[in-house]
């Protein structure tokens, strides 16, 4: 069974904090996403990773950074926190081509005071 | 930029009623996906679809794709509280890794 997992499922940090999201997939999946889901906005595509050390802007990636060290972790990098970053972040992870499903995780609502 | 549109935003139907959530693109699509999410979880895939015009099922789910791959649907028949959550489409444009996900449909069914 595919899993994907997320390093906390609630977090509360202050406006100018860094904050580290992880998200680990044992699958063996090429590629590896990160958004934020909002209501009405659906999930936006924060940055994709399709190898190591490889990633890709979506198509919100502003505050945002990532890192891909190893094949199975993604980790999502809020440099400054800002109260606009309150969200909830999904990881998603997937095999190679575009032909294949996404597997989310759990999830991380974030909470920007 | 490349976008696409779900409607309708929000449906609440009667428990036996049909339910239709329906996903548009400006351009092309490659294939498109379909995804639901439960309240308080996580999306979970339903289908994919890749030919021009497919139409496939899942028990009670019927999912469409457009002759022209630019839009799609998915049609639930005599719904059930087990239906209860967001729909998504997301769909992938010819050349790059990403899929563009609609905004979703909650669907909420009435007892």
């Known amino acids: 069974d595919v899993k994907v997992t997320q390093s906390s499922r609630y977090l509360v940090k202050r406006t100018g904090e860094k904050v580290f999201l992880e998200c680990v997939q044992d699958?063996?999946?090429?590629?590896m996403f990160w958004y934020r889901q909002d209501p009405g906005l659906g999930l936006r595509l924060i940055y994709f990773s399709y190898d190591v050390k490889m990633k890709e802007k979506g198509d919100i990636p502003e505050g945002y950074s990532v890192s891909r060290e190893k094949k199975e972790r993604f980790s999502l990098i809020l440099e400054s926190a800002s109260t606009n970053q309150t969200s909830m972040y999904l990881c998603?992870?997937?095999?190679?081509?575009?032909?294949?499903?996404?597997?989310f995780g759990p999830g991380t609502r974030l909470t920007v005071t | 930029g490349q976008q696409v549109m779900q409607i309708p935003q929000y449906q609440h139907v009667q428990e036996g009623e049909d339910f239709t959530t329906y996903c548009n693109s400006s351009t092309t699509l490659s294939n498109i996906q379909w995804y639901k999410q439960r309240p308080g979880g996580h999306p979970v895939f339903l289908i994919q679809l890749v030919k021009s015009g497919e139409v496939k099922k899942q028990k009670r789910l019927t999912f469409q794709f457009g002759e022209a791959k630019k839009n799609s649907s998915l049609h639930i028949t005599a719904t059930q509280t087990t239906d209860v959550g967001t729909y998504f489409c997301?769909?992938?444009?010819?050349?790059?890794?990403?899929?563009?996900f609609g905004t979703g449909t909650r669907l909420k069914v009435l007892a």
């Open positions: 997301a769909g992938c444009y010819s050349g790059t890794y990403k899929y563009i």
């Open positions: 699958m063996d999946h090429e590629n």
């Open positions: 998603a992870s997937r095999g190679s081509g575009n032909l294949y499903e996404q597997y």
